[in-house]
């Protein structure tokens, strides 16, 4: 009897996890992404990278204010401070989504508002062929 109820409580807390991937979304290599979150300054990405072992890079992005030209508008690695490649990306107000044109390998990750309160995972999608 208890047993059941173990049961029925781990499939509900497993539907849950499911609903809650609702917020993610994917696309393909070259695809113009409007990944959505809220309105922020600023805005940070976790990438895998993979070389001979993978690892988790930080990203920044800073969200450009008219006062900030010189670092806004642009990723930029949390550990080397350094600028990384990326698709041209854009906040749209309206849309309240960051805007990536052309995605590239490298964009796909963990996006986050740069609190990291609310976050989404944009996947790659893979196709075989055609
Ligand atoms: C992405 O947007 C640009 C215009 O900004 C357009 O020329 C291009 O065709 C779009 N690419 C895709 C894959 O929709």
Redesign the pocket.
């Known amino acids: 009897m208890y047993r059941a109820a173990g049961l029925v409580a781990l499939l509900a807390l497993s539907v849950h996890a499911v609903l809650e991937d609702s917020s993610n979304t994917a696309f393909?290599l070259?695809?113009?992404a409007t990944i959505g979150l809220p309105v922020s300054a600023n805005y940070r990405r976790e990438i895998r990278t993979c070389t001979t072992t993978c690892n988790y890079d930080e990203q920044l992005y800073r969200v450009c204010n008219g006062k900030n030209k010189k670092t806004c508008g642009y990723w930029e690695s949390v550990k080397t401070k350094k600028k990384v490649a990326s698709g041209k990306t854009t906040y749209n107000k309206n849309k309240k989504a960051l805007i990536i044109?052309?995605m590239k390998e490298s964009d796909f990750g963990k996006y986050m508002t740069g609190n990291k309160k609310t976050s989404r995972y944009v996947e790659q999608i893979v196709s075989f062929g055609k």
């Open positions: 393909q070259g695809a113009n044109k052309n």
